[in-house]
């Protein structure tokens, strides 16, 4: 059964970084995009980024610029390198591949 398992949340100061990392079970993880999305208090879950398996990232027009995703073929890791941090990007992110979900990271940003 494939597993996405998300780590690297906690709480950050507006303007700070983090790196967020969903990790695969499988071989299957390096062979299919692997989708970021994040669900903010009281709001639905929205799209944050994907990266596929060649390492094209795209991204959402709130995050671009600031956050940086790249993957790890070796590992069966995919990393969301989150810079510039604002208390509007507060939420749970969620990796995604293949209509799989983690289980989901908190990523808190307040002073």
Known sequence: ???????????????????????????????????????RPGQEREFVAHITRSGYAYYAGSVEGRFVLSRDSAKKVAYLQMNDLRPEDTAVYYCNQQGIWGQGTQVTVSS
């Open 1 to 39: 059964q494939v597993q996405l398992v998300e780590s690297g949340g906690g709480l950050v100061q507006p303007g700070g970084s983090l790196r967020l990392s969903c990790s695969g079970s499988r071989d299957f993880f390096n062979l299919h995009i692997v989708f970021w999305y994040r669900q």
